[in-house]
Nanobody
């Protein structure tokens, strides 16, 4: 059973930075699309960023482009999310997700049902 362990997050003032990390206990070669989603209170879970561990494919939500950067350590089945210039609207529970390779496409990357595994979530709170 694949387990995703998230770390990082916390509370920061607007304009600050935080870093999230996610380690997958094990991933088959076909299950190497990893990324981040977030869910704010009263809102639906939405895609933030995703990357293909074995290639260069990366996608970002328009709301975080230029502020967030997803990086990876393929050998360790690990992805990071560096969040800068944080805004109060970035406040949410952030979830790591992993799915099959085909999910890392423009059409599919933001679809929750496409992912096979989810982490427990890490809270990010940005105060104004």
């Amino acid at each position: 059973q694949v387990q995703l362990a998230e770390s990082g997050g916390g509370s920061v003032q607007a304009g600050g930075s935080l870093r999230l990390s996610c380690v997958a206990s094990t991933l088959t070669y076909s299950m190497r699309c990893m990324g981040w989603f977030r869910q704010a209170p009263g809102k639906e879970r939405e895609g933030v960023a995703v990357t293909y561990l074995a290639g260069s494919t990366t996608y970002y939500a328009d709301s975080v482009k230029g502020r967030f950067t997803i990086s990876k350590e393929p050998v360790n089945n690990t992805v990071h999310l560096q969040m800068s210039s944080l805004e109060p609207d970035d406040t949410a529970m952030y979830y790591c997700a992993a799915g099959p390779v085909w999910v890392c496409s423009f059409e599919s990357w933001s679809k929750l049902t496409a992912y096979s595994y989810w982490g427990q979530g890490s809270q990010v709170t940005v105060s104004s």
